[in-house]
Nanobody, 115 residues
Framework: QVQLAESGGGLVQPGGSLRLSCVAS????????MNWYRQAPGNERELVAT???????NYANSVKGRFTVSRDNAKETMYLQMNNLKPEDTAVYYC?????????WGQGTQVTVSS
């Protein structure tokens, strides 16, 4: 079955950096479109970044220039490098993909930006 496992979250001060990882199994990772979402308390889940199978990327306006999504097909892993973090980036970050019209999600990893 499809499994997605995020890691790398934590507590960081404003201006700091974190790198999130998402390890996938049960899919043909190299040909899969992958996404990062986040959800802050009281807010809807929002799309943060996407990366296609060929490596094309897209970002939410709120993170452009600060976040970078990448993938390592050999390791079946997607990354989200987050720089210059702001308190408003505080959220649970989720890895997402689709297979046969069904969405799959990881368990999420908490990112807290606070001094």
């Amino acid at each position: 079955q499809v499994q997605l496992a995020e890691s790398g979250g934590g507590l960081v001060q404003p201006g700091g950096s974190l790198r999130l990882s998402c390890v996938a199994s049960g899919i043909i990772f190299s040909s899969s479109f992958m996404n990062w979402y986040r959800q802050a308390p009281g807010n809807e889940r929002e799309l943060v970044a996407t990366i296609t199978s060929s490596g094309n990327t897209n970002y939410a306006n709120s993170v452009k220039g600060r976040f970078t999504v990448s993938r390592d097909n050999a390791k079946e892993t997607m990354y989200l490098q987050m720089n210059n973090l702001k308190p408003e980036d505080t959220a649970v970050y989720y890895c997402n993909t689709h297979l046969n019209f069904q969405a799959y999600w990881g368990q999420g990893t908490q990112v807290t930006v606070s001094s």
